[in-house]
């Protein structure tokens, strides 16, 4: 590549994009946002996934941009792929799996800016304004060995390429990320 060139522009947050990150295996990305919320993107094909609130209701597009003290400021994903922590500044730190809802846990955390997982997952490290590091052990958790092939087939498959294969719907929505 003798030159970076866009190829693509993801729109739906209502406010600032202050973080992003993409999954192990490529197939996903996570944006963190002002307007209280994260979304999990197919980068390949644009499409918001899943949305993780941080205030409930969520604001409607012309309160998203006011101080609401839910800005979210860092989102990571964890190593396997399953999990992502996020900080906000209502003073916690989420950790959520990205087959559910709702946080699988909540911790507090003051004036967090930045979060990052461990190589192999086993901690999250979020930075403060303080200029403190605080360190959270994370669940020891073994992935299916359905992810871990999904994982395995995105790291080297765009999303177009999966809805070619000649297999089952049900197969392709699986590696699509969308059951």
């Known amino acids: ?7 693509r522009k993801l729109e739906g947050h209502h406010n600032d994009v202050v973080a ?16 209280t919320r994260v979304y999990v993107w197919d980068p390949h094909i644009g499409a918001i996934l899943m949305e ?8 409607t597009p012309i309160f ?21 922590a996020s900080l906000a500044d209502d003073k916690m730190v989420r950790f959520w799996r990205i087959d559910e809802e709702y946080p699988v846990q909540v911790a507090p955390l003051n004036n967090g800016l930045c979060c990052a997982f461990s190589t192999d997952g086993s901690v999250l490290a979020a930075g ?21 092939c999904r994982m395995a087939i995105r790291r080297v498959m765009p999303t177009s390429q999966v ?17």
């Open 52 to 59: 993780f609130g941080h205030l409930f209701p969520p604001p």
């Open 128 to 148: 403060t304004q303080d200029g403190s590091v605080y360190f959270w052990a994370t669940p020891k958790h073994v992935p299916s060995l359905q992810h871990l």
């Open 64 to 84: 998203a941009g006011g101080a609401n003290d839910r800005w979210v400021r860092s989102v990571t994903f964890s190593h396997d792929g399953l999990h992502i």
């Open 1 to 7: 590549m003798d030159k970076y060139s866009m190829i």
């Open 20 to 35: 992003c990150e993409f999954s192990p295996d490529g197939a996903l990305l996570a944006t963190a946002s002002y307007d």
């Open 163 to 179: 809805k070619n294969l000649p297999i089952p719907l049900k197969v392709v929505e699986f590696l699509s990320y969308q059951a």
